[in-house]
């Protein structure tokens, strides 16, 4: 799946839940931090990931600080292969 598949259907909820595993997750990351840098991405991932675990019934699972981390390392990453 392309980085636009995934993020169009993680913000409108028809991912389904299996399929957002933690190389998804990864993905997601990548692509918000490359399309907004890391202080957008934080923003756009965080409500993505709040509406798609609600979606799913899954309110308590969004944490601020692993997503803020991960975005973090994924983004410290990209620069190191500049």
Known sequence: MTCD????QLED???PLPMFDHR???QAGFAYLQRHG???ALIAMAGALRRFAAHHGKHGLYHETVTAACLALIH???AEDL
């Open 5 to 8: 598949e995934l993020i169009r």
């Open 38 to 40: 890391y202080a957008g």
């Open 76 to 78: 410290q990453r990209m």
């Open 24 to 26: 998804a997750h990864v």
């Open 13 to 15: 909820c028809t991912l």
